[in-house]
């Protein structure tokens, strides 16, 4: 209806035979406003609905609501919107095999399976297809992993290859052969209709792409360095090398691709407690207790991790950060995946950001707080203002290949270089750390409403207030940032970390 521009949902909604409440509405339209997929003007205080409301007719929601350059290209793509986004930041940043891979697992089944009596080995097994050095102990990346080893076995196979037979890959790696194969096909209908929106480039084959990994190779009986049916892939310890495919030339880089994956599936974030976070003073660090002993803050509350994911038995985390996409209740709230994230990955592709320059702190949707100087900040604002100009440019020009462009790649070496300079922290000793460097998030509970009560922005006066420093933020740089730019409540000024 908003691609239409015809009438507002909530007024057109009132004609149907049965309206849905104003709440349904009220929370499609915050889905889609925590996206980026809309903006939203919500008239006479209605981001908040009392109880009673709760199930009255669309007629009580008063909102003003327009889509952004990212609604504009989900509205063409009949797939769910979170699944939409992952697969079009996974075109524009060219790493569009593992994004295409991740986001047909997630609208299908999990292709691991899990016998009663062997759910211990197979979770075992499960856990051998993430590397925690690399991915952090991703489930989302160990799905991706799995799926090209089939992908490279049956490639090998065909070709008259020697080693493990399919049945005994799939028998001892407990995966389903059914779920793989139907993951392979939604990645050639989810290829498909990006080629049709010009999200991907005209001479693109679905069939060329597979990937291998060294850790993969010795099982699936492939020599280090064999790609199936593409052999510009190459392994060198572990890690795969850039390929010269179109659309596919950052697979390789994980950052990117665990970025991409937060774009995707914010704002299903999770904040994990400092003690099994090894801060960036710590030449080395144990945790006193395993990660699935811990309770993680999300916008629904308190949760935990559940036993069959990767993390659940780690020591400690790279990030206090990690994006889920399955979520379930049962004695407690279990997230069934996850993956961790790091901050920079957030600020770029996160939700709303407010930078308060005068006191080195940037907002995102007021609930994560983030302790960064001026300079960075300034940077994180025009990386974003650069993706959003780079939707725009395929909304005018749909055949134009805008990440091609001298300016394109310049965009994506950029955010590619943060990420990975940030993964690579160098340890500071203790006494060489000045002023406090950690993410700072609000306390937020989800009772209905998406109001932060504490860590509020602004106290009573139109002052910040943080409500307390922690002593582990983020650590984005020194320096004081420059006067008149990014102005934030009238004022400006300079923002030390």
């Known amino acids: 209806m908003l691609l239409l521009n015809h009438v507002e949902p909530s007024v057109f909604l009132t004609k ?98 899990s016998p009663f009596d062997k759910r211990d080995i197979a979770d075992a097994k499960r856990r051998e297809f993430s590397t925690s050095s690399i991915d952090g102990g991703s489930d989302h990346l160990a799905t991706l992993n799995a799926f090209n080893q089939y992908r490279d ?32 096909d939604l990645r050639k209908q989810f290829a498909g209709l990006l080629l049709d929106i010009g999200f991907l480039p005209r001479n693109y084959r679905h069939n060329d792409i597979t990937n291998n990994r060294n850790f993969g190779a010795s099982q699936t009986g492939m020599r280090s360095g064999e790609a199936g049916d593409n052999s510009d892939i190459h392994n060198r310890n572990g890690k795969i090398v850039a390929t010269n495919i179109p659309g596919n030339e950052n697979s390789s880089n994980l950052h990117l691709v665990k970025a991409v994956l937060c774009a995707g599936l914010y704002p299903n974030i999770l904040i994990a407690p400092r003690d099994i976070v090894r801060s960036s003073n710590q030449a080395s660090f144990v945790g006193k207790k395993e990660v699935g002993e811990c309770v993680f803050r999300s916008l629904k509350g308190d949760v935990h991790l559940h036993p069959c994911t990767i ?40 939700g709303s950001l407010k930078v308060f320059n005068a006191y080195g702190v940037a907002a995102i949707d007021d609930w994560l707080k983030f302790r960064i100087a001026a300079k960075p900040a300034t940077l994180v604002k025009y990386l974003r203002v650069q993706m959003e100009a780079m939707l725009l440019q395929k909304i005018i020009k749909p055949d134009d290949d805008v990440t091609g462009s001298p300016k394109g790649m310049a965009l994506i070496q950029a955010i590619s270089v943060l990420l ?30 998406n109001n932060s009560n504490s860590g509020k922005m602004r106290d009573d006066k139109g002052r910040y207030n943080d409500g307390g420093r922690g002593k582990d933020d983020i650590r984005a740089g020194r320096g004081r940032g420059s006067r008149g730019g990014n102005r934030s409540q009238g004022r400006s000024g300079r923002g030390r970390s």
């Open 420 to 449: 990975e300079t940030e993964d690579r922290k160098e340890c500071v000793p203790v006494n060489q750390i000045r002023g406090d460097s950690n993410v700072r998030p609000g306390n937020q509970r989800q009772d209905g409403n």
């Open 153 to 184: 076995l049956k490639s090998n196979l065909r070709k008259g290859g020697v080693g493990m037979t399919m049945n005994s890959f799939l028998r001892d790696n407990f995966l389903s052969r059914m779920t793989l194969q139907q993951i392979d």
């Open 311 to 350: 993390l659940f038995k780690a020591k400690e985390l790279q990030s206090r950060y990690c994006c889920y996409h399955e979520i379930v209740k049962t004695s407690k709230i279990y997230v069934r995946d996850c993956t961790v994230v790091s901050e920079f990955a957030l600020l770029l592709f996160g």
């Open 16 to 113: 149907a035979v049965n309206p849905p409440s104003a709440l349904a509405i009220k929370n499609s339209l915050k889905l889609l406003e925590g996206l980026g997929a809309v903006e939203c003007d919500w008239n006479d205080d209605n981001s908040t609905i009392s109880t009673a409301a709760a199930s009255s007719s669309c007629e009580a929601l008063s909102v003003t609501s327009g889509l952004t350059a990212l609604g504009f290209h989900l509205s063409t793509l009949p797939v769910d919107p979170r699944v939409g986004k992952m697969m079009i930041y996974g075109a524009l940043f060219r790493c569009i095999d593992p994004a295409l891979t991740i986001a047909a697992s997630m609208s299908s089944r999990n292709p691991f399976m």
